[in-house]
């Protein structure tokens, strides 16, 4: 048996980056070996195990032969006689397709890897890049992670004819979804959406995008630091119907949004609303029994309308609204129901109203 450093922390040495995770690829060895040497089966699909001490994750070697449509088309062999270079070769990028050997630090690369590197150049290692049409999504993803980084013409030329070719209808959307938050998180997550606009691809995957909406949407997300998920709902909410058809978003992504695309013309000017409007605000967001959706609201909405009042301003006004103490709302105790609602929902604005009122008198 012998074990590789592989993947992302070989290219993050070669480029100069921190290293967060390691992964391993092992030759020679079985499943029944690993498991005997306490190793834990992490993998679904694929014979990956963690190491009893650090966690890190070790694949068996494999080679994979395609063997009909989509990503469950394969045959894999992870038997002891899959070579490293079998290995290396099945992956999808040159800068992805370099092992280094742990013992002597010495670095197996059949396949260019670290000339692409060095000439900052995404290549695809061979054809069976093609095989698999979520290596378009990682290859727009990598665009965007490495921005100064261009595609080689061949690999270029070759995720053309794939998007002709219809691949990306054999994606699941699950798929699809878990590359677009990868995406997301990548500080030029932008570049994510110019490749695939160039090659054809974003009239597959989100046909009912404005595409220079979302880059303006997303340098502005990206400049306040704002959370992947809290990314999907902005790119999403002008036509969350559709995309929540194709796309499994959470059931709070999914509301979020839905206020968005229903209210966002209305939620401006916020400095100049008055007291019933804050407190109105605050309901159709459901804010009194989800505290928590106020935040996230307020940040979304700050992107969408530039002049939204920052988080903090807004939970101030909206503090003013909890706490209100039943003598308060209802001196006699003579009101139920909805009586007891509007009485509490006057009570609201009044807070509200009183407290604009000091802000003006202190300003």
């Not at 921005?147 to 209808?169: N, R």
């Not at 968005?260 to 209305?266: A, F, G, V």
């Not at 100049?272 to 989800?290: C, G, H, K, L, N």
């Not at 909805?338 to 509200?352: F, H, N, Q, S």
Request: charged share 25%.
């Amino acid at each position: 048996m012998k074990v590789y450093l592989v993947g992302g922390a070989v290219r993050y040495e070669l480029l100069g980056y921190e290293v967060v995770e390691r992964d391993w690829v092992v030759v020679g060895a079985t499943q029944d070996f690993m498991l005997e040497h306490g190793y834990q089966r992490v993998g679904k699909d694929f014979p990956v195990f963690l190491h009893p001490d650090t966690k890190e994750e070790y694949a068996l070697a494999r080679y994979d032969k395609k063997t009909g449509p989509g990503y469950t088309g394969f045959v894999c062999d992870f038997s002891p006689s899959v070579t490293l270079e079998d290995d290396l070769k099945r992956r999808d990028l040159t800068i992805n397709s370099i092992a280094k050997d742990p013992d002597n630090g010495h670095l197996i690369d059949p396949y260019g890897g670290q000339d692409d590197c060095r000439n900052q150049v995404l290549r695809h290692v061979s054809d069976a890049f093609r095989e698999d049409p979520l290596r378009l999504l990682r290859l727009a993803r990598f665009a965007a992670r490495f921005d100064g980084f261009s595609i080689s013409p061949e690999t270029w030329q070759m995720a053309i004819e794939m998007v002709k070719a219809g691949e990306l209808a054999n994606l699941t959307p699950e798929r699809v979804l878990a590359e677009l938050k990868k995406a997301l998180n990548e500080k030029s997550s932008g570049r994510f959406f110019n490749v695939l606009d160039d090659l054809g691809a974003n009239e597959y995957l989100w046909p009912w995008f404005d595409h220079e909406n979302i880059l303006s949407i997303l340098v502005t997300a990206t400049q306040q630091e704002l959370s992947v998920s809290q990314k999907i709902i902005l790119i999403s909410y002008q036509n969350i119907d559709l995309f929540s058809k194709h796309y499994p978003i959470t059931s709070e992504q999914l509301a979020l949004a839905r206020l968005l695309n229903r209210y966002s013309s209305q939620w401006h000017n916020l400095y100049d609303w008055s007291a019933r409007q804050w407190v109105t605000f605050f309901q159709t967001i459901d804010a009194f029994r989800r505290p928590n959706r106020l935040e996230s609201i307020v940040i979304v909405l700050k992107v969408i309308e530039i002049t939204t009042p920052g988080f903090m301003t807004v939970k101030q006004i909206y503090d003013v609204t909890i706490d209100i103490t039943r003598d308060e709302i209802d001196p006699r105790s003579e009101l139920v129901g909805k009586a007891y609602g509007d009485a509490l929902l006057e009570c609201r604005v009044r807070r509200v109203d009183q407290y604009l009122s000091r802000l003006q008198e202190n300003k």
